[in-house]
């Protein structure tokens, strides 16, 4: 009976030993590739999560596009009717042909369209331009208002009003007025680096 005692108590300690050994390998297993398994899924995660805000936060500015091109269509509509009162060139000719028509169909005569050098000022040029006209008062004052409501913003300034000579009045020309109509150039900013 002692034999059987004895090799119990040995079948014990290699039972024991094959436990202590399983949970020795189990641990390495677990310390030298579970663990860093699970820092890697945790970062992994954490990307994830990233992304997903990421994602979120696009999504919101993509549901925002369309109020934003409209804010930038109603936008580019403002500045195309800025420009046409404040733009960027003189259009000489341009403002010449239009002055010369708001004198006609004011029945003014236009006896002279003299633009001067311009001044620069901040973000525009003032562009002085001095006429000479010919006719009475009722057409002067259609003339002055047609110049108030041109698209183009101009000033008229310095008018000067004598009645004509009487060898050249005639029942529609009766005085002659002289003024600065100034008009104005936008000026881009120069971006100095």
Same mark, same amino acid.
């Given at each position: 009976m002692e034999s059987s005692t004895g090799s119990s108590g040995q079948g014990k300690?290699?039972?024991?030993?094959?436990?202590?050994?399983?949970?020795?390998?189990?641990?390495?297993i677990?310390?030298?590739?579970?663990?860093p398994l699970n820092a890697e899924l945790a970062e992994l995660q954490q990307s994830i999560d990233q992304l997903t805000a990421q994602v979120?936060?696009? @999504?919101?500015?993509?549901? +925002?596009?369309?109020? *934003?091109?409209?804010?930038?269509?109603?936008?580019?509509?403002?500045?195309?009717v800025l420009q046409r009162v404040l733009p960027s060139g003189k259009e000489t000719a341009e403002v010449v042909r239009r002055v010369q028509e708001m004198a006609v169909a004011s029945e003014l005569h236009l006896k002279s369209f003299t633009p001067q050098g311009?001044? @620069?000022?901040?973000?525009? +040029?003032?562009?002085? *331009?001095?006429l000479s006209v010919e006719g009475n008062f009722d057409s002067l004052g259609i003339f002055l208002e047609k110049i108030g409501r041109f698209?183009?913003?101009?000033?008229?300034?310095?008018?000067?009003?004598?009645?004509?000579?009487?060898?050249e009045m005639s029942r529609s020309r009766t005085i002659a007025a002289t003024c600065t109509a100034t008009t104005f150039v936008f000026q881009e900013a120069s971006h100095e680096l």
């Open positions: 300690r290699h039972m024991l030993l094959l436990l202590i050994l399983a949970g020795g390998i189990c641990i390495v677990w310390y030298y590739y579970i663990r979120k936060a696009a @999504q919101a500015k993509q549901a +925002q596009l369309p109020e *934003i091109q409209e804010q930038i269509r109603q936008s580019e509509e403002k500045l195309k311009t001044v @620069q000022k901040e973000f525009y +040029q003032d562009w002085p *331009i001095l698209e183009r913003l101009i000033n008229v300034d310095d008018l000067a009003i004598r009645p004509l000579d009487p060898e």
